[in-house]
């Protein structure tokens, strides 16, 4: 069975930084694309990282976080990371991991974790 | 970046109803629509893919359609189990962007 289990987020003041895990289990993690989406409070889902599951490991981001998010991956350890830097108000929202249904990052999402909740105030 | 605009934002329908629900992307896409019923404090759960294709377990009255721009989700009888919010997901390139979303509550 599929399991994705998120850190625990917290509080984070504007400015600060925060490093998600995800740990994976029930597949084999290394095949495939691994993503990190995001919903705030009452509102949508909205795409934040996907990372692919080829040599290069490419790594794709939604405009609203480039440059201060990043995505990587730990084939050994069966984990998934985001490390968030520069975190502001408008970044506050559950973070969910989510395993792709294939090695490219260009495909549906077909197992997500539980989420985790990042909340960004002074 | 594409954009993906959902409709209804929210629909009430009687048990038994058939319910549809548009998406539609700004430039075409092919099938790389997918298709997540979130329910009320739960996790998305993938319901469709490619378009058009039903994810194991997920009840038939659920089926999706449409390829380039226009794609529709519908539930050919609506369930008291089936309240819940729906969005669709363009992913033939990043951005992976999600549509708005339907909310489907019960009349």
């Known amino acids: 069975e599929v399991h994705l289990l998120e850190s625990e987020g917290g509080l984070v003041q504007p400015g600060g930084s925060l490093r998600l895990s995800c740990a994976a289990s029930?597949?084999?993690?290394?095949?495939?694309?691994m993503n990190w989406v995001r919903q705030a409070p009452g509102k949508g889902l909205e795409w934040v990282s996907s990372?692919?599951?080829?040599?290069?490991?490419?790594?794709y981001y939604a405009d609203s976080v480039k440059g201060r998010f990043t995505i990587s991956r730990d084939n050994s350890k069966n984990t998934l990371y985001l490390q968030m830097n520069s975190l502001r108000a408008e970044d506050t929202a559950v973070y969910y991991c989510?395993?792709?249904?294939?090695?490219?990052?260009?495909?549906?999402?077909?197992?997500w974790g539980q989420g985790t909740l990042v909340t960004v105030s002074s | 970046d594409i954009q993906m605009t959902q409709s209804p934002s929210s629909l009430s329908a009687s048990v038994g109803d058939r319910v549809t629900i548009t998406c539609r992307a700004s430039?075409?896409?092919?099938?790389?629509l997918a298709w997540y019923q979130q329910k009320p404090g739960k996790v998305p759960k993938l319901l469709i893919n490619?378009?058009?294709t039903l994810q194991s377990g997920v009840p038939s009255r659920f089926s999706g359609s449409g390829s380039g721009t226009d794609f529709t989700l519908t539930i050919s009888s609506l369930q008291p189990e089936d309240v819940a919010i729906y969005y669709c997901?363009?992913?033939?390139?990043?951005?992976?962007?999600f549509g708005g979303g339907t909310k489907v509550e019960i009349k």
């Open positions: 989510a395993k792709a249904r294939s090695a490219s990052y260009n495909s549906a999402l077909n197992y």
């Open positions: 029930g597949f084999t993690f290394s095949n495939y694309a």
């Open positions: 990372i692919s599951s080829d040599s290069s490991d490419t790594t």
């Open positions: 430039q075409g896409i092919s099938n790389y």
């Open positions: 490619a378009a058009s």
């Open positions: 997901q363009k992913y033939n390139s990043a951005p992976l962007t």
